[in-house]
């Protein structure tokens, strides 16, 4: 019996699955670089001038590029950088920091510092086509110019790995600002590469990510998706950036289980507001006003159309319901849900790495 270990929150939860039952595993791949060529690569920052570090999200690549930093900067006898972060990860980002390393929270609102370095690891995003610094940024600081963002989407599927209109509008609102960025584009094994400058240049790392993660793989019946590491599955409106990346490689009426702990909730005012019955489906085509994670409940609403979903969480049941999901106990009681209703001869694709791979 193959065992497969799928992300969930900061553990791995095992799938057991007979080799009969067993489709395709499929999983993130390029070839990842040495800590030199990481070191030369980061030689090319002005470390004489004081650095604000701005960490957007935590995972191990990240961690890794801050320690090969602090060493540079230990080896030329200059100053550390100073780490920020939002504070609900700060504790996580710390226990991951070098010693010596000082974090403080980062609540400002005025991000026209020049000394301010962002920090991220590029995903696939629906709304936008790639995840990057600008594209997080404009999330988090520029509401209005979400609203336009919003309406220049491409339809009413999500489309990971494009480069729709939508992202031109963050590109646009990040050239507001002076400012620096290190895009990381990562797999389930290390950083592949990484490009330092101002984050509407650094989107040319979308290339890179092309390059490594879209993986042509036919349509199958039924898959089972991790994200691949926690941040990608803290909540759920972060968590479906992993099912857009793989619907096309999902059959009419087929199903699709996404393993995701979203031990940070819901992590959308839209779905939360849908729920809470203050929001309709109706109200997302033209809205007037931009509300945080719109794009997703749109794209759900229009996916499941298309196939069913079921979902791993410690979500309330009542929430899966609400949005029309399948509230799946465990990654064990997922399997039996399948072999239940599909047949014990059914085939499963497994994808371990979601946030970071593009099926079609």
Same mark, same amino acid.
């Given at each position: 019996?193959?065992?497969?270990?799928?992300?969930?929150?900061?553990?791995?939860?095992?799938?057991?699955?007979?080799?009969?039952?067993? $489709? #395709? *595993?499929?999983?993130?791949?390029? %070839? @990842? &670089?040495? /800590?030199?060529? +990481?070191?030369?690569?980061?030689?090319?920052?002005?470390?004489?001038?004081?650095?604000?570090?701005?960490?957007?999200?935590?995972?191990?690549?990240?961690?890794?590029?801050?320690?090969?930093?602090?060493?540079?900067? $230990? #080896? *030329?006898?200059?100053?550390?950088? %100073? @780490? &920020?972060? /939002?504070?609900? +990860?700060?504790?996580?980002?710390?226990?991951?920091?070098?010693?010596?390393?000082?974090?403080?929270?980062?609540?400002?609102?005025?991000?026209?510092?020049?000394?301010?370095?962002?920090?991220?690891?590029?995903?696939?995003?629906?709304?936008?086509?790639?995840?990057?610094?600008?594209?997080?940024?404009?999330?988090?600081?520029?509401?209005?110019?979400?609203?336009?963002?919003?309406?220049?989407?491409?339809?009413?599927?999500?489309?990971?790995?494009?480069?729709?209109?939508?992202?031109?509008?963050?590109?646009?609102?990040?050239?507001?600002?002076?400012?620096?960025?290190?895009?990381?584009?990562?797999?389930?094994?290390?950083?592949?590469?990484?490009?330092?400058?101002?984050?509407?240049?650094?989107?040319?790392?979308?290339?890179?990510?092309?390059?490594?993660?879209?993986?042509?793989?036919?349509?199958?019946?039924?898959?089972?998706?991790?994200?691949?590491?926690?941040?990608?599955?803290?909540?759920?409106?972060?968590?479906?950036?992993?099912?857009?990346?793989?619907?096309?490689?999902?059959?009419?009426?087929?199903?699709?289980?996404?393993?995701?702990?979203?031990?940070?909730?819901?992590?959308?005012?839209?779905?939360?507001?849908?729920?809470?019955?203050?929001?309709?489906?109706?109200?997302?085509?033209?809205?007037?006003?931009?509300?945080?994670?719109?794009?997703?409940?749109?794209?759900?609403?229009?996916?499941?159309?298309?196939?069913?979903?079921?979902?791993?969480?410690?979500?309330?049941?009542?929430?899966?319901?609400?949005?029309?999901?399948?509230?799946?106990?465990?990654?064990?009681?997922?399997?039996?849900?399948?072999?239940?209703?599909?047949?014990?001869?059914?085939?499963?694709?497994?994808?371990?790495?979601?946030?970071?791979?593009?099926?079609?």
């Amino acid at each position: 019996m193959p065992e497969i270990w799928l992300n969930y929150g900061i553990t791995d939860v095992v799938l057991d699955i007979r080799a009969e039952n067993l $489709e #395709q *595993k499929i999983d993130s791949e390029g %070839k @990842i &670089l040495e /800590d030199s060529v +990481i070191n030369e690569k980061l030689n090319s920052l002005d470390l004489s001038k004081p650095m604000e570090l701005v960490v957007l999200h935590n995972s191990k690549s990240i961690q890794k590029i801050i320690s090969s930093l602090f060493t540079l900067c $230990e #080896q *030329k006898s200059k100053p550390f950088p %100073k @780490i &920020l972060t /939002d504070k609900k +990860i700060l504790n996580l980002v710390k226990a991951g920091l070098p010693e010596g390393s000082s974090i403080n929270e980062f609540d400002d609102v005025d991000i026209s510092n020049s000394n301010l370095v962002f920090m991220a690891e590029m995903e696939f995003d629906g709304l936008f086509g790639y995840e990057t610094i600008s594209t997080r940024l404009i999330k988090k600081f520029g509401l209005e110019s979400m609203l336009s963002a919003y309406a220049k989407r491409q339809g009413n599927l999500p489309t990971p790995g494009q480069y729709p209109e939508s992202l031109e509008e963050a590109k646009k609102f990040t050239n507001n600002f002076e400012i620096q960025g290190i895009e990381i584009v990562a797999n389930s094994k290390g950083i592949i590469d990484f490009s330092i400058g101002h984050p509407s240049k650094t989107l040319s790392a979308t290339k890179i990510m092309e390059s490594n993660s879209i993986k042509d793989i036919g349509q199958h019946k039924t898959m089972v998706i991790s994200t691949g590491k926690d941040t990608s599955n803290d909540n759920l409106g972060k968590s479906l950036s992993s099912l857009w990346n793989c619907s096309n490689a999902i059959k009419k009426d087929g199903l699709a289980i996404l393993v995701a702990e979203c031990k940070g909730g819901l992590g959308s005012d839209a779905i939360q507001q849908y729920i809470e019955e203050r929001l309709t489906l109706e109200q997302l085509q033209n809205p007037t006003k931009y509300i945080s994670g719109m794009e997703d409940l749109l794209f759900l609403s229009e996916i499941q159309k298309n196939f069913q979903i079921g979902l791993v969480s410690i979500l309330p049941e009542f929430y899966a319901k609400k949005l029309n999901m399948i509230s799946l106990q465990g990654i064990k009681y997922s399997l039996d849900y399948i072999l239940k209703t599909q047949g014990a001869k059914q085939k499963v694709a497994v994808v371990t790495d979601g946030a970071r791979l593009l099926l079609r």
